[in-house]
């Protein structure tokens, strides 16, 4: 009898879900094992965030189901009932796509939306980029689609470390890299200026002189602040007047009052040096990327995949806090002056050396084979992991129980088999 593909459901919720998840996309569609399906929610299927989910049409993939997540409103309170109208139309969607593993990407709270979803159906959950530290709500999202991820593909040491250190057992953790930068190692820097200057408004850009790349997206914990912050950031651009590509922000919390920021500041100053933009493809937006002379602003791109191409950064605000960063990133308050400082130093200074701190480019082939030959299961076990210097002192259900602390000791001593056992042991191996 032939052996049926296993489908695995990817799930789309932004611009950077698909940049990042493309390569891993086409190398499940290309593998003789494995059946992609693809939903797309979130700001994927909005016009006014460009709609990429026809991008992923056009770039030959098949959309398998569209759903609309996002509630209005661009508060706290819309995020959490667009968290609840997620679960409820991921679990339609995967009822009707009946996929045999669900794989996730990052920190958004659509993306959390499909992990309960998941989870409660009883579907396996690979989730990509866990164990990472940042700022935002987008942390503790982050962490919960992990702990509901049955396997992780984390895209750093530190992450791999961080996720042992919740919890995860050493054999869940398929792997460590982030298949974006599949893109970045074949992105070629040269590009047709008219993917910016024939899309979005503004200034024409001259691209044979410097110029900055900007992205200020809300930070859910400091809702409210994002007025003055963006204030303070189009202060700085205005004083520095070097010719700016602006994109706009996504759709946290805080979003329309940036975008109603820059609008204002560009109805008042009609400024000769700016043009924004709503969306670029993947390959696009990297080429800007790679080619501008200083990236500004709280983008977790500015973080993964700047430092690939050694682009300067300046990091703005706390968006970020704790992320992982290269000597390409130095670090600034939401003020003007403080601005102005970092990115005239990052300008003076040029180029860094290229950093492979978040994946070699050689990622998403090895994702693949992982999904194509894991051994799923549904019940998790909450797995500690020994501290330096200390051993193993057996095994319940073939797992091996590991001594971490007095705490640690206690939940052992009195419920092994509730938090040491694990449904079924994974028969995978780990790539670095």
């Not at 009883?122 to 992990?146: F, K, T, Y």
């Amino acid at each position: 009898m032939e052996k049926k593909p296993r489908k695995i459901c990817v799930v789309l919720v932004d611009r950077a879900n698909y940049g990042r998840l493309k390569p891993v996309m086409q190398s499940i569609q290309d593998h003789p094992d494995l059946e992609l399906l693809v939903i797309a929610a979130g700001t994927m299927v909005l016009e006014r965030f460009g709609r990429a989910a026809d991008l992923v049409r056009r770039e030959g993939f098949r959309v398998h189901g569209e759903i609309y997540t996002e509630l209005e409103g661009s508060t706290p309170a819309s995020m959490a009932k667009s968290v609840g109208i997620g679960v409820c139309e991921f679990a339609s969607e995967f009822l009707r796509l009946k996929p045999d593993i669900v794989l996730i990407i990052g920190d958004r709270y659509e993306a959390l939306g499909a992990a309960i979803a998941a989870a409660y159906m009883n579907l396996p959950i690979v989730h990509i980029q866990g164990g990472e530290v940042s700022g935002s709500i987008d942390e503790s999202a982050r962490h919960a689609i992990s702990k509901f991820a049955q396997f992780h593909y984390p895209s750093t040491e530190r992450a791999r470390q961080y996720l042992l250190r919740m919890g995860e057992a050493p054999e869940t953790i398929l792997g460590v890299g982030c298949p974006g930068s599949d893109i970045a190692r074949t992105v070629n820097p040269s590009f047709d200026p008219n993917i910016i200057n024939g899309t979005g408004s503004g200034s024409q850009i001259d691209f044979s002189k410097p110029f900055l790349l900007v992205i200020y997206h809300p930070t859910t914990t400091t809702f409210g602040g994002e007025f003055r912050q963006m204030e303070e950031l189009l202060a700085a651009l205005n004083a520095l007047r070097t010719q700016t590509v602006l994109l706009w922000p996504n759709i946290d919390a805080g979003s329309d009052h940036i975008t109603k920021t820059i609008r204002v500041f560009r109805d008042r100053h009609a400024p000769n040096w700016l043009r924004t933009v709503t969306n670029l493809p993947p390959e696009n937006y990297l080429q800007v990327l790679a080619s501008t002379a200083c990236a500004v602003g709280n983008s977790s791109s500015f973080v993964r995949d700047a430092g690939y191409f050694g682009t300067p950064v300046v990091l703005v605000g706390d968006r970020q806090d704790g992320r992982e960063t290269d000597v390409n990133v130095v670090r600034c308050p939401p003020e003007t002056a403080a601005i102005i400082a970092a990115v005239e130093s990052r300008l003076a200074h040029g180029r860094y050396p290229p950093s492979k701190l978040y994946g070699d480019g050689f990622v998403a082939s090895k994702v693949a084979e992982k999904l194509a030959t894991l051994t799923p299961y549904i019940q998790k076990r909450l797995h500690f992991v020994h501290e330096e210097g200390q051993d193993s002192y057996g095994k319940v259900n073939g797992h091996a129980r590991t001594r971490h602390s007095d705490g640690a000791r206690g939940v052992e001593r009195n419920s092994p088999q509730e938090h040491h056992a694990p449904a079924r042991q994974a028969a995978v191996t780990v790539d670095r």
